[in-house]
């Protein structure tokens, strides 16, 4: 009753949970045009995530295949899977990929093995992956009810039913680590031992101990995805879209998104998109302040290229942007690779190189 | 040729202690001369001999070669002397037109008339003010402009202006130079004492310098620059440590202060911007842009709107403080813009007034207060901060402006906060003080405090953020990095 009252409150005064505030990006994550003006390493259809093997190749997930790509940018196909590949991370000496429905190893001590993930509300919605040094897998599954394709309706159905497992491909068992969240996505273990995830609709990135969440770096301007060790020390955090109001409104307005879900084609589906432009029927895709001929600094945009790095508390030291009118957005994985910061453009399907000397 | 006004030998003591010592000093007809000095150099004291609010304890005062003695500042009206003084004189109660007309009221008056004739005053000076308003409800700048359009109205031969531009904006500063070129044209002699020394520079013919209640020097303003003042009035080379480039930024630390969407009536509309710990976040804007207003309402001086009114997150909690004294208990200081009415209490000594902000901080936890905490309390910040005075029990009044800031920057510090925010802390202080002020916000932001800086002095911004922000129309419109921002960048940004 209580909770009910403040609701209607909140909705009449515009405060509390109906606020649809948004942070702004300034400070660290002032808009710059770094990601835009980066030199293409790679380009390949449906990529979705990258990693460095032991050996020091490059691995790129496109699609259902795993290549490895050189530094000249040729690419040779290491293996292709039923599935498309949502998730990679090294393991020992080899390569584990998730798809849909299970765990791939390829290469190294367990080459060739398979395991099919079966327990209750599985949806498919492996993101992430990462290696424990006790020699684990790390799991991160967006959403026990939809599956990975599908994320925005889990966002727009204001999705808790995330989880972060642990594997343990010795025994075959698999471990719950922490259930309830707001779509996890990025696994990530400290030296030590400690594990982090960023939770994408809860805009923060949290360390699980003891299936207790806590926040380390919270209330983000956009939805966080993967996080890797920064070379130099600290972290590198991708963020494949910007908060806006209108989506945060959107999300409080449950008889409108349900009708638009029911109604409308997913791609013209007011939320977050990993990229934009293409076609005119698309809902405003940019905030489109213009003053005097100029694209305002301030401008929103809803399709956003960022990356940030963090330093080892996970507060930002800088970010690495593409821009309202850009085409590299929508960054799901970053890599460091022989003195370069890779960064995957999921969006526009392309993986970019920048220096780290340019930018550290 | 005769100058208009020539005072001879001036010393004026209190309790001994000169204020003006032997002063020499002419004022030639038609002629615009800066008076330049240190807060306590003894300037206010020599203006005001010459307008008969104060009468000297030796020497005299030639007006066109005659020698006069002025016992009020209506004699010295009368002989056409006015002076606009820096706190202003006007009745807040009375409506501008009132004010400007004050003294000189007929037996049968209309209302309606006085204020055609106010309003044909003020906009033939350009000023923006309506002369149906009441003084209490203009702002700074504004009760400025109808203390200058009296002294026009009373027709004075001499004008002397004390730091006039304070709380001008740039443009309004353009049309006051251009009034004080047209009083000059048509004869009027004007003394002009300004802290900003390239103004005395752009407007003044010839160049006054007082230092501890003496002249120092008085040459035509083309025999100066920059340094020479600076040189001429501290008696050492400050010009580095004011002026000198910035080379390095501070990073940013932890994010302390997040404001998203903050509205407040018309003043601050939908503004976003976040503060981070260890660095100097200035805030530039021009007067108007509610630059002010936002972070008066992040340290619950005033209250957003209460619905739709935005958020504002302190260490990544939401906070509405509804009174100041929650916004400090929780770790956020606002050094007020105007000392003299927010800053301190006048009569009370500085050691009172640095325990005031100390008590202020515990909210009910002091019921009963200890003479001696206050003691070593105001003791040890006068000594921390440079507080010039003969003791910590001195009142504040007795001391000059930039002491007197520096007694508010103590009553904050003391609560030991998170967040320090500077309203235009130096405004109104010389540049001595201004120096050890600049260096006490740059030690708080190397200590790890977040520190904001408001300020309308671009050269000053400029010098000490590690980031600016610049506010337009009551919004946060464009963020520089403190090595890459420029005068023009930023003043564009404030304008388009």
């Given at each position: 009753?209580?909770?009910?009252?403040?609701?209607?409150?909140?909705?009449?005064?515009?405060?509390?949970e109906?606020?649809?505030?948004?942070?702004?990006?300034?400070?660290?994550?002032?808009?710059n045009?770094?990601l835009?003006?980066?030199?293409v390493?790679?380009?390949?259809?449906?990529l979705?995530?990258?990693?460095?093997?032991?050996?020091?190749?490059?691995?790129?997930a496109?699609?259902?295949a795993?290549?490895?790509?050189?530094?000249?940018?040729d690419?040779?196909?290491?293996v292709?899977?039923?599935?498309?590949?949502q998730?990679?991370?090294?393991?020992?000496?080899?390569?584990?990929?998730?798809?849909?429905?299970?765990?791939?190893?390829?290469?190294?001590?367990?080459d060739?093995?398979?395991?099919?993930?079966?327990?209750?509300s599985?949806?498919g919605?492996?993101?992430?992956?990462c290696?424990?040094?006790?020699?684990?897998?790390?799991?991160?599954?967006?959403?026990?009810?939809?599956?990975?394709v599908?994320?925005?309706r889990?966002?727009?159905?204001?999705?808790?039913?995330?989880?972060v497992l642990?594997?343990?491909?010795?025994t075959?068992?698999?471990?719950?680590?922490?259930?309830?969240l707001?779509?996890?996505?990025?696994?990530?273990?400290?030296?030590?031992?400690?594990?982090?995830?960023?939770?994408?609709?809860?805009?923060?990135?949290?360390?699980?101990t003891?299936?207790?969440?806590?926040s380390?770096?919270?209330?983000?301007?956009?939805?966080?995805?993967?996080?890797?060790k920064?070379?130099a020390?600290?972290?590198?955090?991708?963020?494949?879209?910007?908060?806006?109001?209108l989506?945060?409104?959107?999300?409080r307005?449950?008889?409108?998104?349900?009708?638009?879900?029911?109604?409308v084609?997913?791609?013209?589906?007011?939320?977050?998109?990993?990229?934009s432009?293409?076609?005119?029927?698309?809902?405003?895709?940019?905030?489109?302040?213009?003053?005097?001929?100029?694209?305002?600094?301030?401008?929103?945009?809803r399709?956003?290229?960022?990356?940030?790095?963090?330093?080892?508390?996970f507060?930002?030291?800088?970010?690495?942007?593409?821009?309202?009118?850009?085409?590299?957005?929508?960054?799901?994985?970053?890599?460091e690779?022989?003195?370069?910061?890779?960064?995957?453009?999921?969006g526009?399907?392309?993986?970019?190189?920048?220096?780290?000397?340019?930018?550290? | 040729?005769?100058?208009?006004?020539?005072?001879k030998?001036?010393?004026?003591?209190?309790?001994?202690?000169?204020?003006?010592?032997?002063?020499?000093?002419?004022?030639?007809?038609g002629?615009?001369?800066?008076?330049?000095?240190?807060?306590?150099?003894g300037?206010?004291?020599?203006?005001?001999?010459?307008?008969?609010?104060v009468?000297?304890?030796?020497?005299?005062?030639?007006?066109?070669?005659?020698?006069?003695?002025f016992?009020?500042?209506?004699?010295?009206q009368?002989?056409g002397?006015?002076?606009?003084?820096?706190?202003?004189?006007?009745?807040?109660t009375?409506?501008?037109?009132?004010?400007?007309?004050?003294?000189?009221?007929?037996?049968?008056?209309?209302?309606?008339?006085?204020?055609?004739?106010?309003?044909?005053?003020?906009?033939?000076?350009?000023?923006?003010?309506?002369?149906?308003?009441?003084?209490?409800?203009?702002?700074?700048?504004?009760?400025?402009?109808?203390?200058?359009?009296?002294?026009?109205?009373?027709?004075?031969?001499?004008?002397?202006?004390?730091?006039?531009?304070?709380?001008?904006?740039?443009?309004?500063?353009?049309?006051?130079f251009d009034l004080?070129?047209?009083?000059?044209?048509?004869?009027?002699?004007?003394?002009?004492?300004?802290?900003?020394?390239?103004?005395?520079l752009?407007?003044?013919d010839r160049?006054?310098?007082?230092?501890d209640?003496?002249?120092i020097?008085?040459?035509?303003?083309?025999?100066?620059?920059?340094?020479?003042?600076?040189?001429?009035?501290?008696?050492?080379?400050?010009?580095?440590t004011?002026?000198?480039?910035?080379?390095?930024?501070?990073?940013?630390g932890?994010?302390?202060?997040?404001?998203?969407?903050?509205?407040?009536?018309t003043?601050?509309r939908n503004t976003?911007?976040?503060?981070?710990?260890?660095?100097?976040?200035?805030?530039?804007?021009?007067?108007?842009?509610?630059?002010?207003?936002?972070?008066?309402?992040?340290?619950?001086?005033?209250?957003?709107?209460?619905?739709?009114?935005?958020?504002?997150?302190?260490?990544d909690?939401?906070?509405?403080?509804?009174?100041?004294?929650?916004?400090?208990?929780?770790?956020?200081?606002?050094?007020t813009?105007?000392r003299?009415?927010?800053?301190?209490?006048?009569?009370?000594?500085?050691?009172?007034?640095?325990?005031?902000?100390?008590?202020?901080?515990?909210?009910?936890?002091?019921m009963?207060t200890?003479?001696?905490?206050?003691?070593?309390?105001?003791?040890a910040?006068?000594?921390?901060?440079?507080i010039?005075?003969?003791?910590?029990?001195?009142?504040?009044?007795?001391?000059?402006?930039?002491?007197?800031q520096?007694?508010?920057i103590?009553?904050?510090?003391?609560?030991?906060?998170?967040?320090?925010i500077?309203d235009?802390?130096?405004?109104g202080?010389?540049v001595?003080?201004?120096?050890?002020?600049?260096?006490?916000i740059?030690?708080?932001?190397?200590?790890?405090?977040?520190?904001?800086?408001?300020s309308?002095?671009?050269?000053?911004?400029?010098?000490?953020?590690?980031?600016?922000?610049?506010?337009?129309?009551?919004?946060?419109?464009?963020?520089?990095?403190?090595?890459?921002?420029?005068?023009e960048?930023?003043?564009?940004?404030?304008?388009?």
């Open positions: 009753m209580l909770k009910q009252l403040k609701r209607m409150r909140d909705r009449f005064f515009g405060t509390g109906a606020d649809t505030s948004v942070p702004v990006l300034d400070g660290p994550l002032k808009p045009q770094l835009e003006n980066a030199e390493f790679f380009e390949g259809p449906a979705e995530d990258l990693c460095v093997a032991a050996d020091g190749r490059l691995i790129v496109s699609g259902n795993l290549v490895s790509v050189s530094e000249a940018s690419s040779q196909l290491l292709s899977l039923e599935q498309p590949i998730a990679l991370t090294t393991y020992r000496d080899g390569i584990v990929a998730a798809t849909s429905g299970s765990l791939h190893f390829v290469g190294g001590h367990f060739g093995k398979k395991h099919q993930i079966a327990k209750a599985f949806a919605c492996i993101n992430a992956l290696e424990h040094p006790d020699g684990s897998i790390i799991i991160s599954e967006g959403s026990g009810r939809h599956p990975y599908d994320w925005s889990d966002l727009l159905t204001d999705g808790d039913s995330g989880q642990q594997y343990h491909p010795e075959d068992q698999l471990q719950l680590l922490k259930q309830g707001k779509y996890p996505y990025g696994a990530l273990v400290d030296e030590q031992g400690n594990i982090y995830t960023s939770e994408s609709w809860g805009h923060r990135i949290i360390q699980i003891d299936r207790v969440a806590y380390v770096y919270q209330d983000l301007p956009g939805y966080p995805s993967r996080l890797i920064a070379g020390g600290g972290y590198w955090l991708t963020v494949f879209a910007p908060r806006n109001q989506v945060e409104f959107v999300l307005e449950t008889g409108f998104k349900n009708d638009m879900m029911a109604t084609d997913p791609k013209y589906w007011i939320a977050p998109a990993l990229s432009g293409h076609d005119f029927i698309e809902p405003l895709q940019q905030g489109g302040v213009r003053q005097m001929g100029q694209l305002k600094p301030w401008a929103p945009a399709s956003y290229g960022l990356v940030v790095r963090l330093d080892a508390d507060q930002p030291l800088f970010s690495l942007q593409s821009r309202v009118g850009g085409d590299h957005h929508g960054v799901t994985a970053v890599a690779f022989q003195g370069s910061l890779l960064v995957l453009s999921k526009a399907s392309k993986v970019l190189r920048i220096p780290l000397s340019d930018i550290q | 040729m005769t100058p208009i006004l020539e005072l030998g001036i010393t004026k003591t209190y309790g001994g202690v000169p204020a003006v010592d032997g002063v020499n000093f002419t004022l030639n007809r002629e615009v001369h800066a008076l330049c000095g240190e807060n306590g150099a300037k206010s004291t020599l203006t005001k001999i010459m307008a008969g609010v009468e000297p304890s030796a020497g005299e005062l030639l007006l066109e070669g005659k020698k006069v003695q016992r009020n500042p209506v004699e010295a009368r002989e002397i006015a002076m606009v003084f820096q706190e202003t004189s006007l009745v807040p009375m409506t501008v037109g009132q004010n400007l007309y004050l003294g000189n009221e007929k037996f049968f008056n209309r209302l309606r008339g006085l204020y055609i004739a106010s309003q044909q005053l003020l906009q033939s000076l350009n000023f923006k003010v309506d002369p149906t308003k009441t003084v209490s409800e203009l702002g700074a700048a504004q009760k400025q402009m109808v203390e200058i359009a009296r002294a026009v109205l009373h027709k004075a031969r001499v004008i002397i202006f004390d730091e006039p531009t304070a709380t001008l904006t740039p443009e309004e500063k353009r049309y006051f004080i070129r047209k009083l000059k044209g048509d004869g009027v002699s004007i003394i002009f004492i300004s802290h900003a020394l390239e103004e005395a752009e407007i003044s160049i006054t310098i007082m230092r209640s003496k002249l020097v008085s040459d035509d303003t083309v025999n100066f620059d920059r340094e020479r003042i600076i040189r001429e009035m501290v008696g050492r080379d400050l010009s580095n004011l002026y000198g480039k910035k080379q390095t930024v501070r990073p940013a932890k994010r302390v202060l997040s404001v998203q969407n903050l509205r407040m009536g003043m601050v976003s911007f976040s503060v981070f710990s260890g660095q100097i976040t200035g805030v530039f804007g021009l007067i108007g842009s509610g630059r002010t207003e936002t972070f008066k309402v992040v340290a619950g001086v005033i209250k957003r709107d209460y619905t739709h009114g935005g958020k504002v997150l302190f260490n909690r939401p906070v509405r403080y509804r009174v100041p004294a929650s916004a400090v208990a929780e770790g956020i200081a606002y050094i813009e105007d003299k009415v927010d800053g301190f209490f006048e009569t009370m000594s500085i050691s009172r007034n640095i325990y005031a902000g100390a008590l202020a901080k515990e909210r009910l936890g002091h009963l200890s003479s001696s905490t206050e003691k070593n309390v105001g003791q910040w006068r000594e921390k901060l440079n010039r005075s003969v003791t910590a029990e001195a009142n504040v009044i007795e001391l000059s402006g930039g002491n007197q520096k007694v508010v103590a009553k904050s510090l003391i609560q030991n906060p998170k967040l320090v500077f235009e802390p130096t405004r202080v010389d001595g003080a201004v120096a050890e002020i600049h260096d006490i740059r030690k708080l932001a190397d200590e790890g405090l977040a520190v904001v800086m408001i309308s002095y671009l050269p000053e911004i400029m010098l000490l953020s590690d980031r600016i922000l610049v506010s337009r129309q009551g919004r946060i419109v464009e963020e520089f990095n403190g090595l890459e921002a420029t005068q960048k930023i003043m564009y940004a404030s304008i388009h």
